[in-house]
């Protein structure tokens, strides 16, 4: 799901000294219809991540113990769940983004029951309730040439959900749950 052309700076052996850390949180939940997870959209500001959908996350902070209470804290104040209530199940790959300079660890947890999310309006416009099977229909994994920027053009693999083109980063890292999560779902 990596964008054409390829960054090459993503698969280099040894991270930039100056890489940031970032945490995402993939976090489960039942629903009445099955399980979900949070997608969120970002608003339209000067910066990277522009409008772009993700999973609630971000910086590392100094005062977070590690990769994990990142992700946490971040779905928290972005989403409004209790950090305190999220069973943390493991982790996905790291990926590293050469554009923004950040190294990020997805992170997986699970809700006993549907949390009441709380979207913090300065980074949160849009929560995007997500079906798990919705992942495994063909027709939501679609290709277009997006402009980033003035000048850069990129052709783009991304997932159709709910109207919202989800691609790079999130895209890559859906597509590596897809692939743990299909062969427990034939």
Do not use: C
Request: charged share 25%; proline share 9%; hydrophobic share 40%.
């Amino acid at each position: 799901m990596s964008p054409i052309p390829i960054d090459i700076r993503r698969f280099e052996p040894v991270l930039p000294a100056d890489h940031r850390k970032s945490g995402v949180l993939i976090l489960f939940y039942p629903d009445e219809r099955g399980a979900f997870f949070p997608l969120i959209k970002r608003p339209e500001y000067v910066g990277f991540h522009s409008g772009q959908v993700a999973f609630p996350g971000g910086k590392m902070e100094l005062s977070d113990a590690d990769i994990i209470q990142t992700a946490l804290r971040e779905a928290e104040e972005e989403v409004g769940v209790d950090r305190d209530q999220v069973r943390v199940l493991g982790r996905l790959s790291d990926l590293y983004i050469p554009t923004s300079n950040f190294l990020v660890s997805p992170v997986v947890g699970f809700l006993e029951k549907r949390p009441e999310f709380i979207p913090e309006a300065n980074e949160v416009s849009r929560i995007i309730p997500t079906a798990v099977p919705l992942l495994f229909n063909p027709e939501i994994k679609k290709r277009k040439m997006l402009t980033i920027g003035k000048s850069m053009n990129l052709d783009a693999p991304y997932f159709e959900i709910d109207g919202e083109i989800v691609w790079g980063a999130t895209a890559m890292i859906l597509s590596e749950l897809i692939q743990i999560l299909y062969p427990r779902m034939k």
